[in-house]
């Protein structure tokens, strides 16, 4: 069955649009490095996001203020980094979630409930962002890697279900107030709330893992999309970065998606929260040395 999977995986037109972006990467290497460090780094954000269900942010933040490095140029400010970062989640989000919604991997009342409330408080959240200073808004990243991080590792003592027959049911109140609360907090930094909501649905909500991952995706772009429009009112976002990165989160999101068929379900849960632990680590490190 995974075999047939892979082979579906790597086969058709998908392949060959990759061969495409890789040579169109080479090519704009050539032309600037930085705008290729770029486009590679959404591309490695996105297939995150694809494969565990997250926007990338948790990931696409750290490695936009410290990939520049890698080809002699400075990285982002935090403030710059979290707006283009913006962009590229509400992006990845919709491609990774259409492609799990062909998989059946989409609760349509759980997404409209959550989604709705969260990007309300993400519009917030990136309206207000740019009144606090840099470091807070590290700071915040920070503690919000933090917490996921041990939701998911905690977790890890209950049984994870990978899907479910019909709808999962939920209390709408209040999976309303935390799409609010997690919106307000993830519109600040530039996230688009899949490091906090795939836990929160895993392992507070008992929502099946792979429900969790297709359902959050969709949640992750309208919150992105609403919290971008935040940060390009405020003019937090830099288009052309954010332009480098949506060409590498397009086919990044679409094959990151279609390899979480080969992963099992709870080795995702392990890894998404190995990977938001070494991100908190490193923040909390950077901002206690100054």
């Known amino acids: 069955m995974r075999l047939a999977i892979l082979l579906d995986s790597v086969s058709g037109p998908v392949p060959a649009l990759l061969a495409a972006w890789v040579s169109a990467l080479a090519l704009t290497s050539a032309l600037s490095p930085v705008l290729a460090v770029l486009i590679l780094i959404g591309f490695v954000g996105a297939f995150v996001a694809g494969l565990v269900g997250i926007g990338g942010a948790i990931i696409l933040i750290p490695m936009l203020i410290y990939g520049p490095h ?43 409930t959550l989604g709705s409330s969260m ?27 933090a917490v996921a991080a041990a939701l998911m590792l905690a977790g890890q003592r209950t049984a994870i279900a990978e899907t479910t027959e019909g709808p999962v049911p939920f209390n ?39 429900i969790a991952v297709g359902s959050t995706l969709a949640i992750v772009a309208a919150s992105g999309i609403t919290g971008s429009l935040g940060k390009a009112v405020t003019g937090q976002i830099d288009w052309l970065s954010a332009l480098a990165l949506v060409v590498g989160a397009l086919p990044g999101a679409h094959l990151g998606a279609r390899m979480s068929r080969l992963v099992p379900a709870g080795l995702l849960a392990r890894l998404l929260g190995l990977l938001v632990a070494g991100v908190a680590v490193k923040m909390w490190w950077d901002l206690l040395r100054g």
């Open 70 to 112: 890698l080809v002699g140029h400075q990285g982002l400010d935090i403030h710059t980094a979290s707006g283009v970062t913006m962009v590229q989640v509400a992006v990845a989000g919709a491609t990774g979630m259409l492609a799990h919604r062909r998989l059946g991997n989409l609760d349509l009342a759980l997404t409209v």
């Open 172 to 210: 709408a109140a209040v999976v309303a107030a935390i799409g609010l609360v997690v919106g307000l907090l993830v519109g600040m930094v530039g996230a688009g709330g899949g490091i906090l909501l795939v836990p929160i649905m895993i392992f507070l909500l008992h929502v099946p893992v792979r």
């Open 119 to 145: 990007a309300v408080g993400s519009l917030v959240g990136g309206l207000t962002s740019g009144l606090l200073p840099p470091a807070y808004l590290s700071a915040i990243f920070a503690s919000l890697a």
